[in-house]
């Protein structure tokens, strides 16, 4: 009897609730309320009586189920492309979104009266992007939002390699509707230090016999010469001067001469040695330095233009061209990941080579000796790259004799003309990268900072032509000037 009227009594209390929540539900609009309730793998949401509904969201390849508190005749959806809806009973429907678009649900009553419109909006499936963002860019603050049928990406990235990593995965979510607001944070400027280091050596020696002889008797007269005495001004002296070594001119450098001249009655003999030794050593380093934001390209000239005669076809003009010359660098930088920099470098030095003389015209101009690289590399901040190098070796040698009297041992050596140039020429190219930041003012020195014009006093009675000053001062108007100065206006 106890357990009856304790049934009685809990059936009569949860009445009186159903009661109290169906007067709470009469005449309130319609409403999306979640529950915790699941049906066939999907959220479940219920459909309350009213007028209207909130918009409902579904991500691309997920489904819901939404539950009506009035039973419905027939359910349809604005573009089944979007959205398709399958009903699962007189009260709920299946919601499965297909692609990123919004559309229209509609509920109609047994005799056609409409029950609700529930505006869908499907996206991309945000929850699954946020987990695979998480696990392939741990380490990066990326706030991910939707917005429309796009996806919103925001936030702080340490380095463009990881910001194009999140893009990329972002696409795959939602082709072509990814906003980026996302900034690159870290050191973005690249300070690229370029050193030219070139070596020339050179080695030159001669030794040669030089022979002139002759005999003359009146109006008659024969002679011999060799070597030398056969180029510039040396032929045929013998037969018409009583002196042989008047005017003579060597083959080679005028440095090491040496002559030698006899002469009895109408016999005439000269011999002149040449002989020269000859070394040189030349080393040219030029450093120049050049900062850029990572993704532009800088440019940087120290030399001048030279300016080539070039005819100008038909017309016969001569127009003017201009060649740059000197040491340039051009590079493009990117930080790719924290401390790892991809250059593209294209360096050169180049020079006025007065040896090569080239004729357009009537008009002479040089040509130019030219250095030049240019590449792609990856290095960290600080590290240096030889990009380039250069080992050349140039040997030549000549020997000049008469014939057979040069062959003869010994003896033959007097009757030859010897002699051998070696050229050797190193060059390196090395780069040097650093991520760098802006400082103060006060921490940049310039190469005139520390030097101050001379007094007179310590001009002409001390002959100094510079004054070392410390510390450093930098405004125009604490230097010594005499008279007016700074910008004048009348």
């Known amino acids: 009897m106890n357990r009856r009227r304790h049934q009685a009594r809990w059936t009569a209390i949860a009445r009186t609730l159903t009661s109290t929540v169906g007067t709470l539900l009469v005449g309130a609009s319609v409403a999306l309320a979640p529950l915790a309730a699941q049906a066939q793998g999907a959220p479940v949401i219920r459909v309350l009586e009213g007028a209207a509904a909130p918009d409902l969201s579904v991500a691309v390849n997920r489904a819901i189920v939404i539950e009506s ?22 009260r709920s429907i299946y919601i499965l979104g297909k692609q990123a678009g919004r559309t229209t649900l509609t509920l109609l009553g047994p005799n056609g009266r409409l029950i609700t419109n529930i505006a869908v909006s499907v996206g991309p499936d945000l ?3 946020k987990e695979r963002l998480a696990d392939i860019l741990p380490s990066e603050r990326i706030q991910v939002r939707a917005a429309a049928d796009g996806i919103v990406l925001s936030g702080n990235v340490s380095s463009t390699v990881r910001l194009s ?28 230090r370029v050193r030219f280091a070139e070596v020339q050596r050179q080695a030159a020696k001669e030794l040669g016999f030089n022979w002139a002889f002759g005999v003359r008797t009146g109006n008659w007269g024969i002679g011999g010469e060799t070597s030398d005495f056969l180029v510039n001004d040396n032929t045929g002296r013998f037969q018409v001067d009583d002196d042989p070594d008047t005017g003579y001119v060597p083959g080679g450098q005028p440095e090491g001469v040496l002559g030698i001249s006899l002469g009895a009655g109408g016999v005439y003999a000269s011999l002149t040695v040449d002989a020269l030794e000859n070394k040189g050593y030349a080393r040219t380093l030029a450093e120049p330095n050049l900062v850029a934001l990572s ?8 030399g001048g233009e030279y300016p080539i005669p070039v005819y100008g076809g038909d017309q016969g003009n001569i127009a003017v061209e201009y060649r740059p010359f000197g040491v340039s660098l051009g590079f493009t930088p990117t930080v790719v990941d924290g ?33 030049r690289a240019r590449t792609t590399i990856e290095l960290k901040d600080g590290d240096s790259f030889a990009i380039a190098g250069l080992l ?9 004799q008469i014939p057979w009297v040069g062959d003869v041992p010994i003896l033959g050596a007097l009757f030859r003309s010897s002699g051998f140039q070696r050229r050797q020429t190193e060059l390196v190219i090395m780069v040097t990268a650093y991520l760098v930041d802006p400082v103060k003012e006060d921490v940049v020195q310039l190469p ?4 101050r014009v001379p007094s007179e006093r310590e001009l002409f009675l001390l002959g100094k032509l510079e004054m070392a000053r410390d510390p450093v001062a930098r405004s125009v108007g604490s230097r010594n000037f005499e008279g007016e100065f700074g910008y004048v206006l009348e």
């Open 127 to 129: 929850a699954e992007f």
């Open 69 to 90: 508190a009035e039973a419905f005749a027939e359910v349809s959806v604005a573009n089944p492309a979007i959205a398709d809806v399958a009903a699962l009973s007189n």
């Open 339 to 371: 401390d790892l920099i991809n250059l593209e470098l294209e360096a050169e030095s180049s020079a006025i080579d007065s040896s090569i003389v080239i004729e357009n015209q009537g008009i002479q101009f040089n040509g130019f000796s030219t250095r």
């Open 295 to 302: 993704g532009d390209t800088a440019n940087f000239l120290a």
């Open 165 to 192: 990593r999140a893009l990329e995965l972002a696409e795959r979510y939602a082709p072509g509707r990814v906003s980026n607001m996302m900034t690159v944070g870290g050191s973005q400027q690249v300070l690229l």
């Open 392 to 400: 050349q070796d140039d040997f030549r040698d000549n020997a000049a």
């Open 448 to 451: 005139g900072d520390r030097l």
